[in-house]
């Protein structure tokens, strides 16, 4: 089968419900998305609203808050960066937890005997936890004989160090945020009751894997299905991919003017032969849809970077940027930032790509406009360029 670079772009955008239909609510956007990723950057909102405000009407993120606080349906852990994943992933992500720390790296070794040397902080951590959890880092005493050194800012953060390892191994897990501060807690206590937690066999780890991966892709290389979700975790990919093309799972595509082999998932099949249901739309800095800049780049001709720690006099864009999604394409993006005390959500800067369509403006004010109301920010003020195509339709009253 071969598909268009068009049909591969709104496979993949349909699969992530970021086309008109968007998704019902937030579960079935978590259940093909299979992980948000989480960053504390709060200039416009936490990424993780951002990403699921773009693909739920009328999101709230209370109702995230249920799922992961209340019911335990979701819990926070690494995926393809630090993220929040669904419980019943559970036996997926515990395939790292118990062979943490491993690997015969610099690192990996730096860790094992930062672990080994400090049973004394560990037992202590996990003694605190068992009779007074859940507790922030502060409530543990340094009681670390070996600390830990790093080229970075957790130099002789002993305390914090060991919460990581912990939390990388499934021993502890965080069980409420408060003021933005990790609550940590015993991971028996943070999963859902009657969750079964029987370890699985590599092999099936790696096909469930690969399924979810390709399916919230839409449409993927081998390289493109190692880079997400559990990153760098698909060990025997290439034999799985081959068991799930024999088994009909998944169905080898090739793209128009790309040799490389592209893979589609059977349950996407459907979305080729549906009617295509554009809106426009910002997205979060790490969406899942371009959280893998190679791909992003390679199917959307988009090339995408955070500018945060890049000094200012350096940035082409600015500090916080988020790409526009219009329909099949990123047209453009914007460099936002919210006043809360004003009510304000003030563009630094709206940039068009090359070849932008120019009537695109009033359908990228409308999501400007959503953006500011999801953020509580009453007003929108233009501060800095805005592309001489959008200009009648962004500044007009």
Known sequence: ??????????????????????????????????????????????????????????????????LLWGERRLFEYWAHAASIVLAEDYALHHALMRVYPAGKSAYGRRVAEFLHGNE???????????????????????????????????????????????????????AARAGGKRLWDLASRCLPTGLDRTPLPEAEIVTRSAEHALRALGVARQADIEQHFVRDRYPGLTEVLATLVEAGRVVPVTLEKDPTQWYVHADRL????????????????FDNLICDRARTRRLWDFAFRTEMYVPKAKRRYGYY???????????????????????????????????????????????????????GAEHVEYSGPVPEPWRAALLRN
Request: proline share 5%.
């Open 1 to 66: 089968m071969e598909l268009r670079t068009r049909d591969a772009r709104r496979l993949a955008v349909g699969s992530q419900h970021l086309d008109a239909a968007g998704a019902a609510d937030v579960g079935e956007a978590l259940d093909s998305l299979r992980c948000l990723q989480l960053d504390p950057i709060t200039v416009v909102a936490h990424s993780h609203h951002l990403v699921l405000r773009s693909r739920v009407r009328d999101y709230d993120p209370a109702h995230l808050d249920t």
């Open 120 to 174: 004394a902080l560990r037992d202590h951590i996990l003694d605190r936890l068992r009779e007074a959890g859940p507790l922030p880092a502060g409530a543990f005493e340094d009681r670390s004989t070996v600390g830990w050194v790093s080229g970075g800012w957790t130099t002789g953060k002993n305390v914090e160090r060991m919460l990581d390892v912990l939390w990388f191994r499934g021993e502890i897990m965080v």
């Open 270 to 285: 459907p979305l080729l032969e549906a009617a295509w249901s554009p809106r426009t739309t910002v997205l979060s800095p």
């Open 321 to 375: 940027v988020l790409p526009i999604l219009h329909g099949d394409r990123l047209i453009g993006r914007i460099a936002p930032r919210v006043d809360r005390r004003r009510g304000v959500l003030e563009l630094e800067g709206v940039y068009a790509e090359d070849g932008a369509p120019a009537r695109a403006g009033a359908a990228v004010r409308r999501a400007i406009t959503e953006l500011a109301t999801f953020t």
